[in-house]
């Protein structure tokens, strides 16, 4: 079962607002006739990290396969096993993770590892599946309930 990630408008825009313009600064360097050479060096530093980042932009989702929770965020790819996971809760920390939300969920797997990941878009289908897979971890819903 896949879930696909809540996007934070701003985050999507910026991004896509990337693009056009590590091409018009080489161009225009070479329209007016200078600073081509670090504008070569410029574009070519910075095209990977923009194609990093809009290949996650349309490639991160959450899954549920038959073992494990998987997510997926552009080329990174996280896997848990269920029986694993022990708590499953929410976080406000916009510094710890890649993600495209500023709220995230977090899980907390094995004895001190966690995850902390983009919303889902159906965050109750998400809680209640994970529930059902994981009747063994605490899960709090985003006010800090416990999900039943």
């Known amino acids: ?52 980042l809009v ?24 896997k848990i096993p269920f029986q694993e996971i022990k708590k499953v809760g929410f976080s406000l920390n916009p510094m710890s993770s890649p993600a495209w939300t500023f709220k995230r969920v977090k899980i907390d797997y094995k004895k001190f590892e966690f995850a902390l990941l983009s919303l889902p878009k159906d965050e109750k289908l998400f809680l ?10 605490e899960i709090k819903d985003r006010y800090g309930n416990l999900f039943s």
């Open 1 to 52: 079962m896949k879930f696909q990630i809540k996007k934070n408008p701003f985050l999507a825009a910026l991004i896509l607002c990337l693009i056009p313009i590590i091409f018009l600064v080489p161009i225009g360097s070479f329209i007016e006739g200078e600073g081509q050479i670090m504008s070569i060096v410029i574009f070519i530093l910075i095209s990977p990290i923009i194609i990093v």
């Open 55 to 78: 290949w996650a932009l349309f490639h991160s989702y959450h899954e549920f396969s038959d073992t494990e929770f998987i997510s997926i965020f552009g080329f990174i790819k996280i």
């Open 128 to 137: 209640r599946e994970l529930k059902k897979r994981c009747p063994q971890a």
